[in-house]
């Protein structure tokens, strides 16, 4: 599954507060550790079966990974929202505004890095890139189904 530019709604446009979640987060690598936390707190709240939560929590530190290490933002959002009671929206929004799209790479068996978005590919039932309308930037988005 390759990449999707859409005008998907941001988290923001969901009408109930209570089923959405966001972090703002300075481009730190232990922001990754922070992210994966709350995130996984919120999900917790929510009740969402644990597969489901564990998908999210791993979608959600590959984007912040990504935004930590390949941009120049002074900081990223995280956000989740429950579109449906089974199904997730998750995006990582930076303020990268050059037009470099996402880093993709090859990486060899042996390498330790450099899988993030084939690990996205994966897990998604759909994921995209727009651009950001709270900051600019890039807006990563993934979606999940239970």
Do not use: F, K, Y
């Not at 984007?63 to 998750?90: E, F, K, P, Y």
């Amino acid at each position: 599954m390759s990449p999707h530019t859409t005008s998907s709604p941001q988290l923001l446009d969901a009408p109930n507060q209570e089923r959405t979640h966001w972090l703002e987060l300075p481009p730190h690598r232990s922001s990754i550790r922070v992210a994966r936390r709350s995130i996984g707190a919120r999900l917790s709240a929510w009740r969402l079966p644990g597969d489901l939560c564990a998908d999210a929590v791993l979608l959600v530190s590959e984007l912040a990974t990504n935004a930590v290490r390949h941009t120049l933002s002074a900081r990223i959002l995280c956000g989740i929202g429950l579109i449906t009671d089974q199904c997730l929206r998750l995006e990582v929004h930076d303020h990268d505004r050059t037009d470099r799209g996402l880093p993709r790479c090859e990486p060899d068996p042996d390498d330790e890095s450099g899988r993030g978005l084939l690990i996205v590919e994966e897990i998604a039932d759909s994921w995209g890139v727009d651009r950001s309308r709270l900051t600019g930037g890039n807006a990563v988005w993934a979606h999940l189904t239970a």
